[in-house]
């Protein structure tokens, strides 16, 4: 992958905002997200019916699949040209990864929200492609308490997604910044996207947002010491 300059980087960034909707409202977007994806959990948990402990364990293996699926579309999807992943690979390594560079990671404006969320068709495509049926299955087939707890899992598992990877690009000293800094790990975590978004690492390593399971057993997870990393950012200015 070739080197990208900081000074390339703010040329995209110009092009970029230049093609941006005047009617964009980046809080808009993240609330739209939120409120769904919220009205889904809220609902499917308000139809359980005393779920028992083994319904219950429902939750944490589809958070586990869920983390799995974020690790294949990000890897194979987001940085691999495919004939059906065209346009997230266009908008995820064209678009995310032109405007943020490891060592320029924060947005700068509301409106630079639009290349950090996943836009808001894509929770509707998740819900009704992915979630309704095989939630439909699961009534069918297992229990109506499985069904709610597997779709309140998947959509709490993209807001995960959402939400972290956003957290991740809040500038430095904001005050939501120190909201995150308290959540343990957080720290790591966000590290670790730093890292991927350097240019020679970007398709290689780090593909996990929220927690780097499959990153760790398929080999792909990369750390740098963040004093390492620091040295080597101010040896290249």
């Given at each position: 992958m070739a080197i990208m300059t900081f000074e390339a980087m703010m040329k995209f960034r110009r092009q970029y905002r230049?093609?941006?909707?005047?009617?964009?409202?980046?809080?808009?977007?993240?609330?739209?997200?939120?409120?769904?994806?919220?009205?889904?959990?809220?609902?499917?948990?308000?139809?359980?019916?005393?779920?028992?402990?083994?319904?219950?364990?429902?939750?944490?293996?589809?958070?586990?699949?869920?983390?799995?699926?974020?690790?294949?579309?990000?890897?194979?999807?987001?940085?691999?040209?495919?004939?059906?992943?065209?346009?997230?690979?266009?908008?995820?390594?064209?678009?995310?990864?032109?405007?943020?560079?490891?060592?320029?990671?924060?947005?700068?404006?509301?409106?630079?929200?639009?290349?950090?969320?996943?836009?808001?068709?894509?929770?509707?495509?998740?819900?009704?492609?992915?979630?309704?049926?095989?939630?439909?299955?699961?009534?069918?087939?297992?229990?109506?308490?499985?069904?709610?707890?597997?779709?309140?899992?998947?959509?709490?598992?993209y807001l995960l997604y959402e939400v972290l990877h956003f957290s991740y690009h809040i500038p430095r000293g904001h005050w939501a910044e120190k909201v995150f800094l308290v959540i343990p790990g957080w720290r790591a975590l966000r590290h670790l996207h730093v890292l991927h978004h350097k240019r020679d690492k970007m398709a290689e390593a780090n593909f996990n947002i929220t927690l780097p399971i499959f990153d760790f057993f398929l080999g792909t997870l990369f750390w740098q010491a963040m004093g390492e990393f620091e040295k080597e950012q101010e040896a290249q200015e």
């Amino acid at each position: 992958m070739a080197i990208m300059t900081f000074e390339a980087m703010m040329k995209f960034r110009r092009q970029y905002r230049d093609g941006i909707s005047a009617n964009y409202s980046g809080w808009l977007h993240m609330l739209s997200v939120l409120a769904v994806g919220l009205a889904v959990i809220g609902y499917a948990l308000s139809q359980l019916q005393s779920a028992t402990l083994l319904e219950w364990l429902t939750f944490p293996v589809v958070i586990v699949l869920v983390n799995f699926a974020e690790y294949y579309a990000h890897r194979w999807l987001g940085h691999r040209k495919t004939q059906y992943g065209k346009l997230f690979y266009s908008r995820h390594t064209g678009d995310h990864h032109s405007f943020f560079l490891e060592n320029a990671m924060a947005y700068e404006s509301v409106r630079d929200w639009r290349v950090v969320l996943f836009p808001l068709y894509l929770i509707f495509a998740f819900i009704f492609g992915l979630i309704l049926p095989a939630a439909y299955l699961l009534s069918e087939w297992v229990s109506m308490n499985v069904a709610c707890i597997y779709a309140a899992a998947a959509i709490s598992g993209y807001l995960l997604y959402e939400v972290l990877h956003f957290s991740y690009h809040i500038p430095r000293g904001h005050w939501a910044e120190k909201v995150f800094l308290v959540i343990p790990g957080w720290r790591a975590l966000r590290h670790l996207h730093v890292l991927h978004h350097k240019r020679d690492k970007m398709a290689e390593a780090n593909f996990n947002i929220t927690l780097p399971i499959f990153d760790f057993f398929l080999g792909t997870l990369f750390w740098q010491a963040m004093g390492e990393f620091e040295k080597e950012q101010e040896a290249q200015e």
